[in-house]
């Protein structure tokens, strides 16, 4: 499925160094459900497909006690939102967990991102939530087909943004099951899925998904590493497109009276965009720290009482 232009244009913004943020092509742009992948960049060889059960058995049986242990923990929070919310608020609240699949995300913090996933929908539905599991990156390192269309056509200079974006579904909000399983966020795993990372449209398209919910009370967590980086972009644009763009559309929704930002950094300072913001050192606190930001998130409750 190709991204769609109409809504995301809506939120193109005048950033801070009072350019206007622009894409080159949207054409080459994809977003997929997550067991689509191999549509958009094609079956695994067998050594990156080895590589990938691996990966899925550490998940599935060597983290077992982390597991149990995050569970714990999302024991006790339900238990103290269930006691300050009223049921009939808690299902009225639709969240978006968005991760950054750059390609400094891979392993580890992959891993870590897609158990703290698995872990986050299973607390959230037991509450009565509604959850939805997002996931954004490129479907090729430099630039992709957007840039060889660029040095194709006499490469206008500052052209925007210059990639191919890729997005990911790994859960969808109307999915009612109390649990959807793990086995969708084993395509996080993939060796070949982290590239680069272009937030803010990632951001736009979250919240695009998220504002067309008819839960009064929104919320939207973000697992990042680092800040927005696609090099076919930052060459062409210079150092401060992506950043700056970012920062203007996290002010934007920041301000939407019925929605709720926030951001998990694995050993990156995400207040420097965020202002609801929590950094980790390493990827192994994933789990509790985004239980931890969700309960926060969930339990700021004055945003009951706003007017969309």
Known sequence: MAISLGFLERFWLKQRNNTVYTVYTRDYDRIVHARELDSVLGPLSGENLKGLEATWNQFLNALSGWKTKTHLHALKLSENLRSNIAETILSDTSITILIDQSGSMRAQSMLMAAAASDIAQDFLRHLGCTVEILGFTTTKWHGGLSRQRWLSRRQPKTPGRLCDLLHVIYRQANDMRTSAGSYDFRAMLRPDLPKENVDGEALEWAWSRLSHRAEM??????????????????????????????????????????????????????????????VLHTANELGEAVLDQLYSLINYQDISNKVT
């Open 217 to 278: 009370r929104k919320i939207l967590l973000v697992i990042s590493d680092g800040a927005p980086v696609d090099d076919s972009t930052l060459m062409e644009n210079g150092a401060d497109i992506l950043h700056n763009h970012l920062k203007d559309v996290v002010d934007h929704l920041e301000a939407i009276p019925n929605l709720r930002v926030g951001a998990v950094g694995v050993g990156f300072d995400v207040s420097r965009y965020y202002k609801n913001a929590k």
